[in-house]
């Protein structure tokens, strides 16, 4: 019954653990945990797990599928046990000998009530998906599905049905529905499932659980280009964000993979790249992401790879790799056809057919134009937001990331860890070990009572 | 003119057009930060400075910088530095209106338009003499000196002049037809002296000041090979000129569009009231003058024409006013009508502007007054509202070379510069471009388009 049957977490030899947010921060810290002795419910408010990640073509700096990452991770999660499997037989299994592991899609954490004990008592609510655990995605229901709409998936990139998989390598391999996008009382899709398994009168849901800790990973979402009117973000196709070039780049993506402009489909001899698009900006985002500089890089790799014809310019205001990761720029400034020009792109032109860049090139001091067929900009992260009571209540900094550890023993808040962006954006690799390191601290709360950076507590 | 920091500092080349030959490495030149500099700049409107973080996106939204070096990025370095050597042989700090069109476009509030302000004042301070007197006129108490100065000096001309006994001669003088009591508290030929006095002063250090600053723009200009071969001199004046006749450079402004009527109102206002002066000073040798009754009837052109262009005067003034005031959040909350919130809303205006347009207004006010006061036949009060306005005219002309208006003679001596040397507006440079830019297409191959 995959995700939708009752959730039934037992109580681990570490207690229970509840992860929101199923990207990779919280995929890691769960299977992390369930590993570890907890037994651990997973929820995540999309209908597929790998969050983010997902949607990357590429990692840096070695330039690899993130799929192949998430594989690895989903194989954890199966091992785990649960009610994860599709096959019926396997949904009172027994749990992994370590700990055990359920997930909920589609899924928001409603409340969470402190309890005796330092425990969580946690409502949950689950959106209804209209596809049952039957469904083998063989795609009947969308060659009848009469609704086209844009996909959400690949940022408006192509369009897909009201009915469908929520990306090509969705884990769990469910179709899922979008009700808002169909036409009333249209039940085409019903009739065509060869399994029975729609269900247009599927409820929404409510589940209680009883956890020891909290770990939120709510990861992060991009930056509204639209809000960058200077840019030309909206009003120009081939002015597209970081993460709609992922997506253009992706095998599984709108182009096959074949990264081209939007505009006509042709293949781009001039791509410039907008570094802090709405970052380190009063009007938008005052941080930097920290990561912007690094992906771009690494997107020109790839675009330089996969068009050999093809020129690329980067525009930044400081070329910003954190730690280890500075021998990759150095790396990619290498290629002859690819410059870091130092200067913020002020404005982006686009009464043209092409769009032109406007800036001072601060190395020769001089204003120039530049005219490019894509126009990528690199918008920076922010924060995943949520209007749940739960979510509400959380610590924040100024710019709404979650703030975890500040709270002491008998806060409201103690007990609930942050892991990955939701605490503050960074690259895929710190968001595993930062999933890793708010295990361990769920763990010594479980054991202790205290959160660990609360030297005033009481034991 | 001169490129960036980079070319001859210490700092790290980060230009990837460079060739790579590998050129004689130039010698690092040492650079002496000037402390005292950034610290006045940092009180005179550029206290948001130290947020610049070098984007450029100033220099890029800017409409009047040229693109060649353009402005306000690196005069924001060389403040944050405090390189006075390369500040005070700038151009482009004249060139720069204050619309605040980068103020609106900084990501990190630093307020560009407002630091160039300051760096006008520092230039204007810097080419003064003598420099006691700069610093007088650059504080209020300095001008509290000023204010009794010139009051002392009006007095002492006066008395001086009654004890030679010229008043009564004047008084008495056959010929013209001046006989007025107004004129005996300070009668009109001690004016005329003490005024020419002042006025020859002014020239004088503002003069002083243009030549020091011309040789220090002459100096980085004729070392840029590009400009070898400057216009000629009629030339760059008759287009220095009209830019100020027409107020073109406010017109690109997107900002502030409304200062270049402000301007315009108090600009034409002086005109009209200097013509006016002009024809007083010259009323006994004046031919037209004879017949005529003085002082002048309401209804003369003569007089129209000073009401006129006090009206304007007072007008610009308050226009140029509201437009700082506008930035005060407690009368204007969230910026709602500058445009400027947050962090970009600044302390509305210095001490530098707000003498400015005070002196301005306390001038044509008190003149107006005098007026008023005088068709009433207020007799005491008349000359009390007389001694204010010569007071304050005194005061303005004093502080004039060392304050923000001393910009009429050094953003003239810019345009000058810029009209002789070819440094031309990015705006013109941008129309003459645009058709060439446009006409750029890619090559599309058929077998590429899916």
């Known amino acids: 019954m995959s995700d939708q049957g009752p959730l039934t977490v037992p109580e681990g030899p570490r207690g229970r653990l509840l992860v929101v947010g199923g990207g990779i921060a919280g995929l890691s810290a769960a299977i992390e945990a369930a590993e570890a002795g907890f037994g651990v419910a997973l929820v995540e408010r999309e209908a597929y797990l790998g969050g983010r990640v997902a949607q990357m073509h590429q990692y840096f700096p070695k330039l690899c599928p993130p799929l192949c990452g998430l594989e690895i991770n989903l194989r954890r999660l199966r091992s785990e046990g649960g009610p994860v499997s599709r096959d019926p037989r396997r949904v009172s299994a027994p749990w992994g000998a370590s700990g055990s592991l359920a997930y909920l899609t589609l899924t928001e954490v409603q409340e969470i009530t402190r309890v005796s004990g330092g425990r969580h008592r946690v409502r949950l609510r689950q959106r209804p998906r209209f596809v049952t655990a039957r469904c083998t995605a063989c795609g009947a229901c969308t060659s009848v599905c009469p609704v086209e709409r844009p996909h959400p998936f690949d940022l408006g990139l192509r369009s897909s049905k009201a009915i469908a998989l929520p990306h090509a390598a969705a884990f769990p391999t469910l179709y899922a529905i979008d009700r808002d996008a169909c036409e009333p009382s249209c039940t085409r899709c019903v009739s065509a499932c060869p399994q029975q398994a729609i269900d247009l009168g599927m409820p929404e849901r409510e589940l209680e659980l009883e956890v020891a800790a909290v770990i939120w990973a709510t990861g992060w979402e991009p930056y509204g280009a639209k809000a960058l009117t200077d840019l030309g973000f909206g009003a120009h196709p081939d002015v597209i964000t970081n993460l709609m070039l992922e997506r253009l780049a992706a095998p599984q993506g709108p182009t096959g993979g074949r990264i081209t402009c939007p505009s006509d489909g042709r293949v781009p001899e001039r791509v410039a790249f907008v570094q802090c698009a709405g970052s380190r900006d009063v009007d938008h985002l005052e941080y930097c992401s920290g990561v912007c500089c690094l992906a771009s890089a690494k997107q020109a790799r790839y675009l330089r790879a996969a068009h050999p014809g093809v020129d690329v310019s980067i525009y930044y205001i400081d070329r910003r790799a954190a730690g280890n990761q500075e021998r990759f720029l150095a790396t990619t400034a290498e290629d002859e056809r690819l410059q870091f020009v130092p200067g913020k792109v002020a404005r982006v032109d686009v009464s043209g057919r092409f769009p032109v860049l406007e800036f001072e090139n601060v190395a020769t001091g001089r204003l120039e134009a530049a005219t490019a067929d894509l126009v990528v900009l690199a918008t920076g992260m922010v924060p995943s937001q949520s209007d749940t009571p739960a979510f509400r209540e959380l610590g924040r900094d100024a710019w709404g990331f979650l703030t975890g550890l500040e709270a002491r023993t008998n806060e409201p808040s103690a007990g609930q860890f942050v892991a990955g962006c939701a605490r503050q954006p960074m690259d895929v690799s710190s968001s595993v070990r930062d999933a890793t390191s708010a295990v361990a601290r769920a763990l010594a709360w479980g054991r202790t009572g205290r959160n660990a950076f609360d030297r005033r507590g009481a034991p | ?450």
């Not at chain 2, 006025?199 to 250090?205: G, R, S, T």
């Not at chain 2, 010259?282 to 000073?306: C, E």
């Open chain 2, 1 to 450: 003119m001169v490129p960036s920091v980079g070319d001859e500092t210490t700092m790290v080349k980060r230009s990837p057009h460079r060739d790579s030959a590998p050129a004689k490495k130039p010698r690092p030149k040492r650079v002496v930060p000037d402390r005292e500099v950034v610290r006045r700049l940092l009180g005179s409107g550029g206290d948001a400075m130290g947020q610049c973080m070098q984007c450029a996106t100033c220099s890029a939204v800017c409409e009047l910088t040229p693109d060649d070096a353009p402005f306000p990025r690196k005069e924001m370095l060389w403040a944050q530095w405090g390189l006075v050597d390369r500040l005070v042989s700038d151009v482009d700090i004249w060139l720069c209106h204050e619309c605040h069109d980068c103020t609106v476009r900084c990501p990190r509030g630093a307020r560009p338009g407002d630091v160039m302000a300051a760096l006008r004042q520092a230039c204007v301070s810097h080419y003064s003499f003598p420099q006691g007197l700069a610093r007088a006129a650059a504080a209020p108490a300095g001008l509290v000196w000023i204010v009794l100065a010139s009051a002392a000096l009006l007095a002492a001309a006066s008395i001086g002049w009654d004890a030679t006994g010229v008043t009564v001669a004047e008084l008495t003088g056959g010929g013209t037809r001046i006989a007025i009591p107004f004129w005996t508290r300070f009668p009109h030929g001690l004016l005329i002296a003490l005024f020419l006095t002042v006025f020859a002063f002014d020239v004088a250090v503002l003069g002083l000041g243009m030549r020091r600053y011309w040789r220090a723009l002459s100096a980085t200009a004729l070392s840029a090979p590009t400009r070898a071969t400057p216009n000629a001199w009629g030339q760059s004046l008759r287009a220095a000129l009209g830019r100020i006749v027409w107020h073109d450079d406010f017109a690109s402004c997107q900002h502030e569009a409304r200062r270049r009527f402000g301007h315009g109102l108090v600009v034409y206002g002086t005109v009209g009231l200097m013509v006016v002066d002009l024809w007083v000073v010259t009323a006994r040798q004046n031919p037209l003058l004879s017949g005529l009754v003085y002082p002048l009837g309401l209804a003369d052109p003569w007089k129209l024409l000073a009401n006129l262009a006090g009206v304007a005067l007072v007008m610009g003034c308050v226009m140029m006013g509201i437009e700082r005031l506008r930035r005060r959040e407690r009368w204007f909350p969230g910026g709602k009508w500058s445009g400027l919130e947050g962090v970009r809303r600044a302390p509305s205006g210095t001490y530098g502007d707000w003498l400015l347009l005070g002196l301005i207004s306390t001038v044509v006010l008190t003149g107006f007054v005098t007026e008023g006061l005088h068709l009433f036949r207020v007799d005491e009060l008349r000359y009390a509202a007389y001694a204010a306005h010569l007071v304050s005219v005194t005061t303005l002309f004093v502080v004039l070379p060392y304050s923000k208006l001393a910009h009429l003679a050094y953003r003239t001596l810019a345009f000058l510069f810029v009209e002789r040397y070819g440094l031309r507006r990015r705006a013109a440079v941008r129309a003459e471009t645009a058709p060439a830019a446009s006409c750029a297409q890619p090559k599309l191959s058929p077998q590429e388009v899916p």
